[in-house]
């Protein structure tokens, strides 16, 4: 078992809802985190794929210690030590080569690996690997999917990520297997562009909010 992996589970669980963000700008990133912890979200994914995402992984670790910040859309090896000199705490990844699983096995930072087929998730799990990006979720069955692969995959648990909307997260939150989900619909880049900040946090609080009370339903 790779032990930095299976140890996200609680970390996800304690806070099941991941903002994906893509940064339109530097500017726009501590009005941002701070609007998404203060209401609820304190574990945030920011992409590779803007400019400013390194900077502000670094700014965010330092200005928000009891946040959990991470990485994601990681699918380049050396992508690997730029993360760990920031600081980032977890990195995800669209999918997993041997090479990407081999030099993420050498880091201190937890990997999220994605998986998307039966197969995959075999390899990922023969790796060591016990929590798995479910990408893209939607696409590929969602809900329907997971509870399927509940059976043959009973030691998995999944972030599923993908076409995720609020209207769907009920249904992947109340299995089982599913420890969180990430979703970009609180963290809209025309919203971002705007600076809505209270619509967004709005978002982001009813999203926290149902979450818990699907956690506690499940106690």
């Not at 990485?71 to 050396?78: E, H, K, V, W």
């Not at 009920?170 to 809505?196: F, K, T």
Request: aromatic residues 6%; contains cysteine; glycine residues 10%.
């Amino acid at each position: 078992m790779n032990a930095s992996n299976a140890a996200l589970e609680p970390i996800l669980r304690a806070c099941p809802i991941i903002p994906v963000i893509t940064l339109p700008s530097a500017e726009c990133v501590m009005p941002l985190a701070e609007t998404l912890i203060t209401n609820g979200l304190t574990t945030l994914e920011i992409t590779l794929r803007s400019p400013f995402a390194l900077e502000a992984i670094g700014h965010l670790r330092r200005s928000f210690p009891k946040a959990v910040i991470g990485a994601g859309t990681l699918t380049q090896i050396d992508q690997i030590t730029a993360l760990e000199s920031v600081g980032a705490q977890f990195v995800v990844s669209p999918g997993a080569t041997d090479a990407l699983i081999e030099a993420m096995n050498q880091s201190k930072m937890a990997f999220l690996p994605g998986a998307a087929t039966p197969s995959e998730m075999m390899r990922l799990a023969q790796a060591g690997y016990t929590v798995l990006k479910f990408f893209p979720a939607a696409a590929m069955g969602g809900p329907a999917a997971l509870k399927a692969l509940s059976g043959p995959f009973s030691d998995l648990r999944f972030c599923a990520t993908g076409g995720i909307g609020f209207a769907q997260v009920a249904d992947y939150l109340r299995l089982q297997n599913v420890c969180a989900i990430g979703g970009s619909w609180m963290v809209d880049p025309a919203l971002i562009q705007e600076g809505a900040w209270s619509e967004i946090g709005q978002r982001a609080y009813a999203a926290g909010q149902l979450a818990i009370t699907l956690s506690n339903g499940r106690k």
